[in-house]
């Protein structure tokens, strides 16, 4: 039998059931919609969440700190510090661009008549390179700056008016001289303090994350201060820096360089771990999804199977004829299969189509609702071509099987059986 001829027997056969066709094709299409839906959502908020988390923090740093005791990493003999020699141990570490030390240093800044307490990380000006800090005004730190500060974008709201208390609304900080008033107790139980006078030099551009309130200085004046503090020299050797953060050559090598700083002693962690960790995930409520789509396509199976078989009874006189005629087994197996085939391809195409919708009406009312909360959303809902593709496919591959006992059944049936048939 023709190509042709046997497109026009089958859409024939369709039409002449059409309303067990249709029913039949519903179930595909339920079928296919709940998969379509389910994982386009899923999709949307695993790019949703993965944007987020990137521009949140760079994907290809890594921050060290040291082991906290108590954790069995090491005793507390062989506990390793944040120094110099730790710092040539990582960069030894192939794929290592740059190690970074902080000191983080409290403090209460006053600027004029604001005022406020918050933590300032020293940092060395040249390594900072590395970190692609960009400055909206000003400048960034550099090696012979020593009582240099830069601030976050947005470290202005968290100055108060020193009388009122209140928030103040905006200020110009660029250029402005800040005094950092750090305490400490002595050894005779005193409480003492030192001011250290400084001038902001840079504001950094707007990251729209926690590191918009961030205040750096140079990393000699935080020892300095750190120092002061401890009442002793040398801090470093003694306590070491309070963390590093680490520039790898590229996202793809983080989690090994991530790991061989693990087993020096350290603890070191990162965004991409937070991400691949998140993207598991997903990739477990992504198959749950799709096994509730294809439960309903199951069900549909059943269906296509059941009006294949009713449809069998019905024609079997007229199976009997085409065999007569000169039909052999096989063009009676391909038309049962090609209905099938048909029935699955209908559904998939109905179910992509009831999908994209559905998907996007959750869409506007998440947005929606998000949107009355006072916060930006994007787009929840992301359709990749191959989940369209997949999901067509998928639906007229369960077509083709349900189509294949029946389509068995009829190719044998014996001619002189199928005529007495009534």
Known sequence: MRTNDLIRVVVRNLNRIRVRTVLTTIGVIIGVAAIVTLLSIAFGFQENITESLEN?????????IQ???GMGMRTQNETKILDENAIQEIEDIEGVVAVVPYMDVSGTIEIG?????LSITGIDPDKAENLDIITEKGRFLRKKDRDTMVVGYKIQEV?????TLKKIESIDLLGKKVEILVNRIDLEGEEESRTYRMRIIGIIEEQGTQEDYNVYIPLETAIEIAEWKAMQSNIIKRQGYQSFMVQAENSDMVNDITMQITDMGFLAFSFKQIIDSLNEVFTLVEIVFLGIGAIALIVAALGIINTMLMSILERTREIGIMKVIGASNTDVTRIFLMEALGIGFMGGMGGVALGYVVAHIIDTVMRLYVSQQGNVSESMVVMPLWLVGFAIGFAMMVGLISGVYPARKAA????VEALRHE
Do not use: C
Not at 58 to 64: A, L
Not at 412 to 415: I, K, T
């Open 56 to 64: 949140i923090g760079d994907v290809r740093q890594i921050t060290v």
């Open 67 to 69: 082991p906290i005791q």
């Open 113 to 117: 008549r604001y005022i406020t307490s």
């Open 159 to 163: 100055f108060l008016e020193k009388r």
């Open 412 to 415: 044998r049936l014996s001619p």
